[in-house]
């Protein structure tokens, strides 16, 4: 079955405050076989705005897929996610936790906060960039996303 967003970009809010990782992750989303349309935050409260088209942000358009960071300045990931899931005009909106975070409170909690998948950002170039062409492949190519 193909997804559900055949024919119009998909649209990733990828709320990341590292300016490397965010071309990084520009680079991998360019070689993606799958239109999508890369929109970033530098921080929580960036996210907010963007995820709620307020401020700066006015007119954003609705997010498939959220990939956040959890070490944020201004307001942390963690909180960003618990805002996201506890909102109902938001909370379907699948979350992607990429973070260098490898603690298990760090997990347990994104999970209990209905994180949808939590990632530990590798070290190397080459295998962060692998990691964001899988989220590409799963997240677009074979999961069905839901429609507004």
Not at 8 to 36: G, Y
């Amino acid at each position: 079955m193909p997804p559900a967003n055949v024919g119009k970009p998909i649209e990733v809010l990828l709320v990341e405050d590292n300016p490397a990782d965010v071309r990084l992750t520009q680079e991998a989303l360019k070689e993606a076989k799958i239109r999508n349309t890369l929109h970033s935050a530098a921080d929580g409260a960036e996210a907010l705005d963007f995820l709620h088209s307020r401020g700066n942000h006015t007119g954003a358009p609705r997010p498939d897929l959220v990939i956040l960071d959890l070490n944020l300045p201004k307001m942390d990931g963690r909180e960003v996610l618990k805002e996201i899931k506890n909102d109902a005009n938001l909370r379907r909106i699948p979350v992607v936790v990429l973070t260098t975070s490898a603690a298990e409170e760090d997990i347990l909690r994104s999970y209990d906060d209905y994180a949808n998948c939590y990632i530990t950002k590798p070290v190397q170039m080459d295998d962060f960039v692998e990691i964001v062409k899988a989220i590409d492949d799963f997240w677009f190519a074979m999961v069905r996303l839901p429609s507004e």
